[in-house]
């Protein structure tokens, strides 16, 4: 009693157990005297219970003893892949009873797949820190928090001493270089001197291009050169601004982000693989991302970057998948479930994952013979995916499979670890 309780994968229903109880002592009553010879364990489908020559018959199961599970529980660790041990029950509509439910084993494809967690990032491909390129005082703030910008939009104007004195020696160097054309084209000059004007007004102009400023911006500083001079921060690709720091009339640092941009219609899964994997994994396999607050939706990637290395302490290699994020759905630091498809089976015998119990820490399925008898099979399964199992050996297509409540039937198998069953 202590072992059956105890077994972890061992589910005692007590009106399953009930059932069967009062279905088994209905049967005896209809028995009469004659005992195990007047009930269904010895009558029904007889041709399938007739023994072989010389073999012993358990009487109260009306099966041979050596295919009796109910007698012999010990012997579910010894079968091998495809063999069984036979389950009787009680009566014919015992099993309905207790709503024990089948199906047909089926035939179909399954991916396999590495299932393990990732956390979700931004595309480091697409992210960029707005920083401001001199010290000086923020003017304008043109965007805020989960602003869409264009590549080149302006995200924000800063005022600058550095900026105002580039700009006075740009204007300074082409009035320089205006005066030095005039007084050469009259040979008051000397072709030196224009070339030096000249030089000095590339440098000047050079200074504010690295700065930021274009051309038709320069010719227009030079054509206005006392109105106020604001240097605008651009952003350098489309997409959306996550974090920002910038304040108007605060002071900006030169080289300190003022905005995060990033573009999140793609987004990166990292994902921490086990070591044991690692021979089955490539670059280019589809990756199927579920997310916990987004039930009953999965998103797929595929794997871009398999990590160089595994950590001493975990074991676990880092990889990294990209997944489109067209609605934004997916969001950075989000914990997901990972299952990198790594082949298709195709042509393999599936049954629902609820069909697979366990006893001895080997996988048994309960294939349905007759109403009243059942066949606790071995069986080697693989892939599940969905809710369904690959069953590798054990099983053929179309045999009949418990799918719910066969906890009953294991617990008449187990029933003799209780106390019950044979006398013998």
Same mark, same amino acid.
């Given at each position: 009693?202590?072992?059956?309780?105890? *077994?972890?994968?061992?589910?005692?229903?007590?009106?399953?157990?009930?059932?069967?109880?009062?279905?088994?002592?209905? !049967?005896?009553?209809?028995?009469?005297?004659?005992?195990?010879?007047?009930?269904?364990?010895?009558?029904?489908?007889?041709?399938?219970?007739?023994?072989?020559?010389?073999?012993?018959?358990?009487?109260?199961?009306?099966?041979?003893?050596?295919?009796?599970? &109910?007698?012999?529980?010990?012997?579910?660790?010894?079968?091998?892949?495809?063999?069984?041990?036979?389950?009787?029950?009680?009566?014919?509509?015992?099993?309905?009873?207790?709503?024990?439910?089948?199906?047909?084993?089926?035939?179909?494809?399954?991916?396999?797949?590495?299932?393990?967690?990732?956390?979700?990032?931004?595309?480091?491909?697409?992210?960029?820190?707005?920083?401001?390129?001199?010290?000086?005082?923020?003017?304008?703030?043109?965007?805020?928090?989960?602003?869409?910008?264009?590549?080149?939009?302006?995200?924000?104007? &800063?005022?600058?001493?550095?900026?105002?004195?580039?700009?006075?020696?740009?204007? $300074?160097?082409?009035?320089?270089?205006? =005066?030095?054309?005039?007084?050469?084209?009259?040979?008051?000059?000397?072709?030196?001197?224009?070339?030096?004007?000249?030089?000095?007004?590339?440098?000047?102009? !050079?200074?504010?291009?690295?700065?930021?400023?274009?051309?038709?911006? /320069?010719?227009?500083?030079?054509?206005?050169?006392?109105?106020?001079?604001?240097?605008?921060? =651009?952003?350098?690709?489309?997409?959306?601004?996550?974090?920002?720091?910038? #304040?108007?009339?605060?002071?900006?640092?030169?080289?300190?982000?003022?905005?995060?941009?990033?573009?999140?219609?793609?987004?990166?899964?990292?994902?921490?693989?086990?070591?044991?994997? $690692?021979?089955?994994?490539?670059?280019?396999?589809?990756?199927?991302?579920?997310?916990?607050?987004?039930?009953?939706?999965?998103?797929?990637?595929?794997?871009?970057? /398999?990590?160089?290395? #595994? *950590?001493?302490?975990?074991?676990?290699?880092?990889?990294? +998948?990209?997944?489109?994020?067209? *609605?934004?759905?997916?969001?950075?630091?989000?914990?997901?479930?990972? =299952?990198?498809?790594?082949?298709?089976?195709?042509? +393999?015998?599936?049954?629902?994952?609820?069909?697979?119990?366990? $006893?001895?820490?080997?996988?048994?399925?309960?294939?349905? $013979?007759?109403? *009243?008898?059942?066949?606790?099979? +071995?069986?080697?399964?693989?892939?599940?995916?969905?809710?369904?199992?690959?069953?590798?050996?054990?099983?053929?297509?179309?045999? #009949?499979?418990?799918?719910?409540?066969?906890?009953?039937?294991?617990?008449?198998?187990?029933?003799? =670890?209780?106390?019950?069953?044979?006398?013998?």
């Amino acid at each position: 009693m202590k072992r059956l309780f105890t *077994d972890k994968f061992t589910t005692v229903s007590f009106v399953a157990v009930l059932a069967l109880t009062m279905g088994c002592s209905k !049967q005896k009553e209809t028995a009469g005297p004659a005992g195990h010879e007047g009930d269904s364990h010895g009558k029904a489908e007889g041709a399938a219970a007739k023994p072989a020559a010389g073999k012993k018959m358990c009487e109260e199961h009306g099966l041979p003893e050596d295919e009796c599970g &109910i007698c012999h529980p010990e012997r579910a660790a010894k079968l091998k892949p495809g063999e069984g041990a036979k389950v009787r029950l009680p009566a014919a509509d015992s099993a309905s009873l207790v709503g024990v439910e089948t199906a047909l084993a089926t035939v179909g494809a399954i991916p396999e797949g590495i299932e393990c967690y990732a956390e979700l990032a931004f595309n480091q491909n697409k992210l960029a820190q707005i920083a401001a390129p001199v010290g000086g005082i923020i003017q304008e703030v043109a965007v805020d928090l989960g602003s869409k910008v264009e590549e080149k939009q302006t995200v924000a104007k &800063i005022w600058s001493a550095a900026i105002a004195e580039a700009v006075a020696k740009a204007v $300074l160097s082409h009035q320089t270089l205006d =005066r030095e054309r005039k007084l050469r084209a009259d040979r008051v000059s000397s072709e030196k001197d224009l070339q030096q004007a000249e030089a000095e007004h590339r440098t000047a102009c !050079q200074q504010l291009r690295t700065q930021g400023f274009t051309e038709e911006q /320069i010719d227009a500083l030079v054509a206005k050169p006392h109105e106020q001079v604001l240097m605008e921060v =651009r952003a350098p690709f489309a997409g959306e601004i996550v974090e920002r720091t910038a #304040v108007r009339g605060a002071l900006a640092e030169a080289g300190k982000s003022l905005f995060t941009l990033t573009d999140r219609s793609v987004i990166w899964a990292m994902l921490n693989l086990p070591e044991s994997t $690692l021979a089955r994994v490539r670059v280019g396999q589809a990756v199927e991302l579920k997310v916990e607050s987004l039930p009953g939706q999965t998103f797929t990637g595929q794997l871009t970057w /398999i990590g160089a290395e #595994v *950590d001493e302490r975990t074991r676990m290699a880092r990889a990294r +998948a990209e997944v489109p994020n067209p *609605d934004g759905l997916l969001k950075a630091r989000m914990f997901a479930r990972a =299952r990198i498809l790594v082949r298709s089976a195709e042509g +393999a015998v599936l049954v629902p994952a609820s069909a697979i119990y366990a $006893l001895e820490g080997k996988p048994f399925i309960f294939v349905k $013979l007759t109403d *009243d008898l059942f066949e606790a099979r +071995a069986v080697t399964i693989g892939v599940k995916f969905n809710g369904r199992l690959e069953v590798l050996a054990g099983l053929k297509p179309q045999e #009949v499979v418990v799918v719910n409540h066969g906890f009953a039937i294991k617990s008449q198998w187990l029933s003799s =670890r209780m106390g019950a069953g044979c006398a013998d």
